[in-house]
Each structure stands twice: as C-alpha cells, then as structure tokens.
C-alpha cells in the first residue's frame, strides 16, 4: 500500500505543470489522477513525444499491475493510444489505483492515479455527551455503507442557537473514529446546534442537525472505591459501597447510582436502578457460598437545576466477593476471624484458575495456607483447608 502511495506521487510530481515543461516529458497520460464515480466510464490517452519515434499502437496499459486487453486501445495518431474502461469498480484503497502507459519493452513511460469512489451519504446517528460539563464530545456514523473509497472528510460544526457564529470542532483526536470533542469556550445554558458535513471530490451531505443543552448531556466518571463485603455471617446478603465521582462534589451535582451483579459463571446482569443518591446498598436473596461480580455506574442529575436526567457513566471496574456458606461446621468458617485472609485467596485462585486445584498462599516467613478445591470451584469458598498459622501470628492475637 505504502509502495503504491508513493509511486503516485510520482508522477504527480513529474506531470505537475510548472515543475517541468511538458517539452521535457517523454510521454504524459491525460487525464491526469480523475476523481470519478464508481461505474461510470474512462477514456485515457497515452501521447508519447514524437522524439522517441514510438509508435503509439506498440504502447499498452496496466492497471494495478494488470495488463489490460488490447481489445480497449485505439491508436489515435501515431504519437496518441486511448484506452477505455467501462463500468469502473471503486478504488480498492484511498490512495487510488495506479493506470499506466508502458512501451513494447514493458517500461513505465507515465502514470496516472484513478480515485473511484462515491460521494458520501448524509452522517447519521449524532450524539453528543459532556464529562463532569468540561467538554462536548460527539460522534456519527457515516451514512449508506460507510465506505466512499476515496479520501473523505468529516467536519463536526456547532454555533450557540440564538446568536452565534458557525464553528468548527478542532479535535479529532478522540480514540473512536467519526468523533469530535469540543474542549474550549463552552457555553452552559444555552442551547447549541450541531451538525456533520462529510464531503469528498465528488459530494457533500450534511446531517441532522440537532439541539443540545450541556446540562442535558451530562456524565460523570464511574463510581471509585467499589467494596463489596458480606454483612455478617449472612449467607444470602452481600454489602456494596463506593464513593461518588468527584466531579459530582465539585459541580454540586446529585447523582443516582445502578448496581448490577452477577453470578461468577453467568452472563446475566440482574440490575437493580432503584439505588438513588445512596453510596452502599445491600444485596439480598443471593445463594449461599457463591462469588458474585458487582458493579455500579452513576448518572448525574438535577446539574443546576437542569430537570432532564444526565447520560449513565461506564460501569465501574467489577468486584468479586463471595456471599458466606451455608453449612454449618465448615471448619475455615469456624476459625475464620480473618475476611481479608480469605478474600485474598479467592482473588489468587481466580486469577489462576487452571491452578485452581491448589493454592498455597504466604503470610510472612511462618505462615502457609494451602487450599485444594476443585478446578471449576476454584473461586467458591474453599471447602476444605491445612493452615499452619502460629498462634502469635494469628489475626486478631497480639504479636510477639
Ligand atoms: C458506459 O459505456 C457503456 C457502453 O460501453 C454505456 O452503455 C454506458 O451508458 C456508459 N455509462 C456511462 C455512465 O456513461
Ligand atoms: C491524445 O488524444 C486525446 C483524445 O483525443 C486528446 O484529448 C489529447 O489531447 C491527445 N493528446 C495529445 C498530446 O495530443
Ligand atoms: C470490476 O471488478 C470485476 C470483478 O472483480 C472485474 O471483473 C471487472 O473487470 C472490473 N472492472 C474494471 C473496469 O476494472
Ligand atoms: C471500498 O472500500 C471498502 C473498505 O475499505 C472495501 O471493503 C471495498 O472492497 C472497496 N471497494 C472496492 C471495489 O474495492
Ligand atoms: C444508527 O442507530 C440505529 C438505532 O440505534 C441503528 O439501528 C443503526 O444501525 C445505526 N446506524 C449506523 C450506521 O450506525
Ligand atoms: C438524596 O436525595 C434526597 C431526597 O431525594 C435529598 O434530600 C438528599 O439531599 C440527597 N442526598 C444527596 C447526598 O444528594
């Protein structure tokens, strides 16, 4: 691709009038790097300077490396070979596809680039978000297939719906492609509209335009600090605290927070959107003696006032704990003062499952727990387990 692109510029450079007179060239194609629409029809000429006594009916044309049939030549005069393609296919990349006028000895006498492509189709799907209100991010979709096969730009431009100028969005640079962040000058209460303009060599289209607030479009960061803890020995509760994005303290929003949750093995998300402005909500009716994956986004609202409700924020980073098990005269349970302990070897098993059939874990130089459980298990409470704590090292004894 990179060897193609480059040998297009080429012979743009030796055809650009100025740069050489066209006495200096030993042949030239017209016309020179088209811009044409997918299926319509080509007629190029190759004209070969009468100096290198050619003649213009031993010539032939490649494209993209492919000779093509003599059956599309015609020899206009001695010095002048046409050829003519029918029903031209879009260009196979944006860089254009290489047509070029080679003598009998097969050597490249000139070139010429074809951008066949499509003008682009109105952009759909705009939609636009603020974060923590220091910016006005928004991104489309190309409209029709999406593809033109030529070099096509997208401007995403805005003005302040009463009395602003038109203005362009600078910054491209957001990681989704089809995307635009506005991160200067933004104006709260007052509404602004937004619109695309795709255009390329052969069209332009320009979206919808729509009609935004800021304070509409609101959202924050996830939620930080997500710890799920069991509530006692409680064996069908789980715990859930986080802390609020601090977005939310500096712009003095509210905000209302989701919880969703999981069994370790399932793909199911039971969703529970009645949390409100709380930061900790309790789980119930979980099964006994399960790991359960938790996680809690926030949506802004009520931002100065603002009566519509904010755009949910990503879902936080997912938190496993496990809910307490049922049976009684488990032994680790029995001795089992230490949580913290035991959540870190959960965590060890499940970052490594195909160990999962044992796991030692160290505290210190002494103490050793080791851990067998079967592999599909292998993040459930342990059944079963050898610990080697001495007494002085035991959490909650006093040391020494
Ligand atoms: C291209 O040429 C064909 C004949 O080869 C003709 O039927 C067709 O109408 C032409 N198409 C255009 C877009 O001119
Ligand atoms: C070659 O023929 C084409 C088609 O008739 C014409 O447009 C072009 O000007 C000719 N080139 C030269 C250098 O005579
Ligand atoms: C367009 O593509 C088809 C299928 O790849 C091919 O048969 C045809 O020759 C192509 N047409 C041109 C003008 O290159
Ligand atoms: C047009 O571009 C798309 C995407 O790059 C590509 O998949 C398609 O094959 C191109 N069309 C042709 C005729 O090469
Ligand atoms: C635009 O959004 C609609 C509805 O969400 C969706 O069905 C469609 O696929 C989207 N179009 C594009 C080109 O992404
Ligand atoms: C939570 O909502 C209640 C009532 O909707 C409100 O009185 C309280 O101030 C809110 N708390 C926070 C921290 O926003």
């Known amino acids: 691709m990179k060897a193609v692109l480059d040998f297009c510029l080429l012979f743009l450079m030796l055809h650009t009038p100025g740069v050489l007179s066209l006495s200096t060239h030993v042949a030239i194609i017209y016309p020179q790097d088209p811009v044409l629409r997918m299926g319509s029809n080509l007629t190029a000429s190759c004209w070969v300077h009468p100096d290198l006594g050619v003649h213009a009916s031993s010539l032939f044309w490649t494209l993209n490396g492919q000779q093509l049939p003599s059956s599309l030549y015609r020899v206009l005069s001695p010095t002048n070979l046409s050829v003519t393609l029918a029903g031209l296919n879009a260009s196979r990349q944006t860089s254009g596809d290489n047509l070029v006028c080679h003598n009998h000895k097969g050597h490249i006498l000139a070139g ?62 957001h990681t989704q492609p089809y995307s635009c962040s506005i991160t200067q000058d933004l104006h709260l209460f007052t509404p602004y509209e937004i619109w695309v303009e795709a255009s390329n060599q052969l069209g332009r289209a320009t979206s919808d335009v729509i009609t935004l607030d800021i304070l509409d479009v609101v959202t924050t960061d996830p939620p930080s600090g997500v710890t799920v803890s069991r509530v006692g020995q409680l064996e069908d509760q789980l715990s859930v605290r986080w802390e609020a994005p601090p977005a939310l303290k500096d712009f003095l929003f509210q905000a209302k927070y989701q919880i969703r949750y999981r069994l370790e093995d399932s793909q199911d998300w039971k969703v529970m959107d009645d949390v409100g402005n709380q930061t900790s909500c309790r789980l119930a009716g979980l099964r006994p003696g399960t790991v359960y994956f938790v996680q809690v986004r926030c949506n802004p609202v009520g931002i100065y006032g603002s009566r519509k409700a904010g755009i949910w924020s990503e879902w936080s980073h997912p938190t496993a704990a496990s809910t307490p098990h049922s049976v009684a005269g488990n032994q680790l349970s029995h001795r089992r003062a230490p949580d913290v302990l035991r959540l870190e070897v959960e965590r060890r098993l499940q970052l490594h499952p195909a160990q999962g059939a044992e796991a030692v874990l160290r505290l210190g130089a002494e103490t050793r727990l080791r851990l067998q459980q079967h592999v599909h298990e292998a993040v459930r409470p342990v059944a079963s387990a050898d610990a080697e704590i001495p007494q002085s090292s035991q959490p909650g004894s006093p040391r020494g």
């Open 112 to 173: 010429s680039c074809l951008y066949v492509g499509m003008p682009p189709q109105k952009p759909v799907n705009l939609t636009c978000w603020s974060r923590n209100t220091k910016d006005l991010t928004c991104s489309w979709a190309p409209g029709g297939k999406g593809e033109t096969n030529i070099s096509t730009q997208y401007r995403l431009k805005y003005k302040l719906r009463w009395y602003g100028t038109e203005k362009q969005c600078e910054d491209y640079t």
